[in-house]
Nanobody
Framework: EVRLVESGGGLVQAGGSLKLSCAAS????????IGWFRQAPGKEREGVSFISMRDGSTYYADSVKGRFTISRDNAKNTVYLQMNSLKPEDTAVYYC????????????????????????WGLGLQVTVSS
């Protein structure tokens, strides 16, 4: 059974930090792109950050650039999202997603970044940033 399990969410004050983890079971992250998405109440799901497990290349949404860092641990089949300098507007349910992708986020070619580009999803976890 293919599963993605997120962990590490919670409540934090503005300016604080959280580290989210996304662990895979039933399949290997090798040859995949892993993305973190978030969805706030009444808003569409948006891509936050992505990583190619092939070469470690990354992509960040402008809203989190310089504050969030995505990283991988191939041996543990886990991807992390370090979130620093959190703002109340970062409050959302955060989802981990996976898609078969052997390219690079530094490429000029197609890169999966939309929710429809990803076929496997975790259940999501709540991140709440208080002001």
């Amino acid at each position: 059974e293919v599963r993605l399990v997120e962990s590490g969410g919670g409540l934090v004050q503005a300016g604080g930090s959280l580290k989210l983890s996304c662990a895979a079971s039933g399949f290997s992250f090798v040859g995949h792109a892993i993305g973190w998405f978030r969805q706030a109440p009444g808003k569409e799901r948006e891509g936050v950050s992505f990583i190619s497990m092939r070469d470690g290349s990354t992509y960040y949404a402008d809203s989190v650039k310089g504050r969030f860092t995505i990283s991988r641990d191939n041996a543990k089949n886990t991807v992390y999202l370090q979130m620093n300098s959190l703002k109340p507007e970062d409050t959302a349910v955060y989802y981990c997603a996976a898609n078969r992708y052997s390219g690079s986020y530094y490429s000029t070619l197609f890169k999966p970044r939309a929710p429809l580009d990803f076929g496997s999803w975790g259940l999501g976890l709540q991140v709440t940033v208080s002001s």
